[in-house]
């Protein structure tokens, strides 16, 4: 594939943090030319950490989402920032923004402003919460809309506490749902010749991330429960402990139970409401006791062997540093180093999972080193 499905297209990145750059890195994966401008001290990311690079003292939080691009820094609050930024919008297809509202309407940068002087421009804004409701101007981090949004009321041990997803998944799902929203925006530009203003607040992605468990809510009018690592309405659908380590196992279906039965030596004729999921949901402790008791004493490679065989979706609980370092290749591709012309070396990057005619969807230019003014 020579050229890349958005090839040519500028963009404009003046957000900072995880959603916003996330958003435009997948936009550079795609072929766009992506431009950062950073306040004059960096974009806070850059100091997170540690882990930083020993060699460049970049951090890793700022390296997960700002490959492909180039970068400077203006002050926007003065005029010769405010004129480079409206030189560099004059010749940009795509703006992306995260600003509170009040911080955007100071500068100059609010979707009625930017539509009146550059009318063929596509403003991307990512909010904590939506214009029209009463907490739209609130900030939001991820940590903060996974407490807002219920997150950390599903997660965690039933009897535990409230926990948090271990990464900021509503930035990431805010990041997935701008990325598709300046796509369509672009293609809706082609055909109309109209620029229109993508909207995505963190607290509406999250809430759409709640899928299952919030129509669940919304039929039956009820809080959802915490199941740790259970599923409120698929048995077995968790982790279980065997002699040398934990294990998944994800029934998906009745057969896949009862093959599983079989094997470990349930009595099905004793319990037939077992061979439907309803009732394993309904008797889940019952169930879940007798299968825990009779995993525990084997091998978590023969669980693995034996789920494998029959079609059972089932793994280890694995590290993220057996994965990346130990499984790479034999369960993922994922890992893309990028050569850094500066200094030589290569850095090795989570590249994006999409595929396009088999080529791995991954910029090549490594992440911008911090700017000077």
Known sequence: MALKPLHKFRIVDLSRILAGPFSTQLLADLGAEVHKVEPLDGDPTRGWGPPFDP???????????????????????????????????????????????????????????????????????IRGFASDVEASRRAGYD????????????????????????????????????????????????????????????????????????????????????????????????????????????????KQFEI???????????????RRNRGRVEDRERLLGELQERLAGRCADEVIETCDADAIPASRVRTVDDVLFRQAGRLHHLIQPLFDEETGRM?????????????????????PRKPRG
């Open 55 to 125: 060699a460049e003292g970049e951090s890793a939080y700022f390296r997960c989402a700002n490959r492909g691009k180039t970068s400077e820094t203006l002050d926007l609050h003065e005029a010769d920032g405010k004129a480079r930024l409206l030189d560099l919008l004059k010749e940009a297809d795509v703006l992306v923004e995260n600003f509170l509202p009040d911080s955007a309407a100071r500068l100059g940068l609010t979707w009625g402003k930017l539509h009146a002087q550059f009318p063929k421009l596509i403003v991307a804004s």
């Open 260 to 274: 599983l039965a079989l094997w470990l030596g349930l009595d099905l004729d004793a319990h037939p409401h077992w």
């Open 143 to 254: 940590f903060i809309l996974q407490a807002e949004s219920g997150w950390m009321s599903i997660t965690g041990e039933e009897e535990g506490r409230p926990m948090k997803v271990g990464v900021a998944l509503v930035d990431v799902l805010a990041a997935l749902y701008c990325a598709n929203g300046v796509q369509a925006a672009l293609l809706h530009r082609e055909r109309t010749g109209e620029a229109i203003h993508v909207q995505v607040p963190l607290m509406e992605a999250a809430l759409a991330g709640l899928v299952n468990v919030g129509a669940s809510a919304l039929m039956t009018g009820q809080a959802p429960k915490r199941y740790g690592n259970g599923h409120p309405q698929i048995v077995p659908y968790q982790t279980f402990r065997c002699r040398d380590g934990e294990v998944a196992i994800g029934v998906g279906s009745d």
């Open 347 to 367: 850095i090795p990057a989570l590249a994006s999972p999409l595929l396009l005619n088999g080529q791995r969807a991954c910029a090549d230019r490594v992440p």
